[in-house]
């Protein structure tokens, strides 16, 4: 008898663990607000493994959850909810909403591969999938109209999503930082597609649309509005050294071409206005871009880290260069400002570690913070008498590797007394060299007041000792700044002629050239 009395406790005993493991869970391991005699949680701070959600709250029942309460927490395994809970159950450890239309949190420390969401389900909560590590297929049931924000953000491992046929809607960064993932089909339903939603997929090859789809188009595996006038994405990992947009597209949009590594050159139609911000950040080895004159704006980061890139030249409807616009050039040597630039933003040309030659603007007003910051090469720098505000470090400074600050070793500064270049110079503790204008036209040999070849075909003939040049004369023909009349001045007078160049070195570093 005493034998089975032993039994019948320890059978009672586990059931009341298990009991208390669900209702009687520590009251610090959610927080939570309630509303109206409601409990939302809006925060978890157990150890993972698998989450209870408790029936009630500070005695409220627990109706809601708030977003990204559970996103990347690696430790969960798996969801289980107490079954007096009304609002919420647990389907194969996942979190859904009690009537199963909303998939609320997939465990991200579950340990399955692949993950079929179940029929029935209609929505795809934010950050339902956040930094699942382990999901490398996801399946969606055509019941599924809407996968929200962030929903499959930072899943590193993940190579395959398909869509139902239901999907009308993606959200913000849906798909973002999905770094393995190789191609999307989107159905004919899809009609909103969120911002970033697929920025940083760097295995993508392809993007496929159903041709009854009337939002969305897919040419050559590359994603557009159906108006053709919008590309929206560039497949990052399309081995194409080269593309031409087609004619007819007005915007490229944000990120349309990030981390597209195998493109060396691209050709823009004169149709685009527009350039996105970050729309071609990480193109390592674009090497050629030619911006026509059509486009009016470039937003920020639009050529963040394009390792590849020697040069540019603007077209001359941008006024504003914004911030991060070239940032990590590292190869970018020379660069044409369009005429009519007022403001040069923060980091423009932040650790282009090769740029030795700009010529900025008269029209420029503003050069922001670390505008060129960490340029070692660019040893001095004519500021004309229009900017009124130099931001901090914005010339002349660099940075170790150990994230110590020197200054570039001789650095000058050429502009025009009592203005902010001076200011910023003496504050700086930086040389500056009082601007005086020039009493001839740079370039221009024969003294016809115009740069042309004629111009050229008198520097190669002093070159050779046919003609023997006035100081004036030499002065004009020095147009590299280096202290001698040679071929190669005569061949940048030729580039000028020809449009290939838009100033010459000594306009930008009048007393001061490169190594």
């Known amino acids: 008898m005493k034998k089975y009395v032993a039994i019948l406790l320890s059978i009672l005993l586990c059931l009341n663990v298990a009991a208390m493991s669900v209702s009687a869970l520590p009251i610090n391991v959610f927080e939570y607000t309630i509303t109206d005699g409601q409990a939302t949680i809006t925060a978890y701070n ?3 493994g698998e989450v209870f959600i408790p ?14 309460v559970f996103a990347g927490m690696d430790e969960i395994t798996e969801f289980k909810v107490e079954a007096e809970n009304t609002a919420f159950q647990a389907i194969d450890g996942a979190l859904l909403t009690k009537d199963g239309k909303e998939l609320i949190a997939y465990p991200p420390g579950k340990a399955d591969t692949a993950y079929t969401v179940p029929d029935g389900v209609t929505t795809i909560a934010d950050s339902c999938f956040y930094y699942c590590q382990n999901l490398t297929t996801v399946t969606l049931p055509d019941s599924v109209a809407v996968i929200n924000n962030c929903a499959f953000e930072s899943c590193l491992h993940l190579v395959s999503v398909t869509l139902g046929n239901g999907v009308t809607t993606i959200g913000d960064w849906a798909f973002y930082e999905c770094l393995s993932l190789t191609a999307l089909n989107f159905p004919a339903t899809l009609t909103s597609l969120g911002q970033g939603a697929l920025s940083y997929c760097q295995s993508i090859t392809a993007f496929q649309v159903a041709p009854e789809n009337t939002v969305y188009q897919s040419i050559d595996d590359v994603l557009f509005t159906k108006d053709g006038k919008t590309l929206i994405s560039y497949p990052a990992a399309k081995d194409s050294t080269s593309y031409a947009i087609p004619d007819g597209v007005v915007t490229l949009e944000e990120e349309a071409f990030g981390l597209a590594t195998a493109l060396t050159t691209i050709q823009i139609p004169d149709t685009v206005t527009t350039i996105g911000p970050w729309a071609f950040d990480g193109c390592e080895n674009l090497a050629s871009i030619s911006i026509p004159n059509s486009v009016t704006t470039i937003g920020q980061a639009a ?15 941008i006024t504003v260069l914004e911030d991060y616009t070239f940032n990590g050039c590292e190869n970018l040597v020379t660069v044409q400002l369009p005429e009519h630039l007022t403001k040069i933003g923060q980091y423009a040309f932040a650790y282009c570690s090769a740029l030795y030659l700009v010529k900025i603007p008269d029209t420029v007003t503003v050069v922001a913070d670390y505008a060129f910051y960490n340029c070692p090469d660019l040893i001095g720098i004519m500021i004309p008498e229009t900017v009124i505000e130099i931001g901090e470090k914005a010339f002349g400074y660099c940075s170790t590797e150990l994230g110590g600050v020197f200054t570039v070793d001789g650095f000058t500064i050429r502009g025009f007394e009592d203005s902010a270049a001076q200011t910023y110079a003496q504050e700086n503790d930086f040389a500056f060299d009082i601007y005086v204008e ?12 115009k740069v042309t070849a004629a111009d050229a075909l008198e520097v190669l ?15 004009a023909a020095d147009v590299d700044g280096s202290g001698k009349v040679d071929a190669a001045d005569a061949l940048d007078i030729l580039k000028k002629v020809v449009g290939k160049i838009e100033f010459f070195p000594i306009e930008a570093l009048e007393l001061i050239h490169r190594d």
Do not use: H, W, Y
């Not at 009493?439 to 016809?448: A, K, S």
């Open 461 to 475: 003939k002093s070159v050779v000792g046919k003609v023997t040049l006035t100081e004036k004369q030499t002065k």
């Open 46 to 48: 157990g150890i993972g």
């Open 55 to 68: 029936a009630t709250l500070g005695d409220a029942p627990v109706t809601d959850i708030a977003d990204f």
């Open 303 to 317: 050529f963040q880290n394009c390792l590849s890139l020697t040069t540019i030249q603007f077209p001359d409807g």
């Open 438 to 449: 020039s009493e001839c036209i740079i370039g221009d040999v024969d003294g016809d007041e």
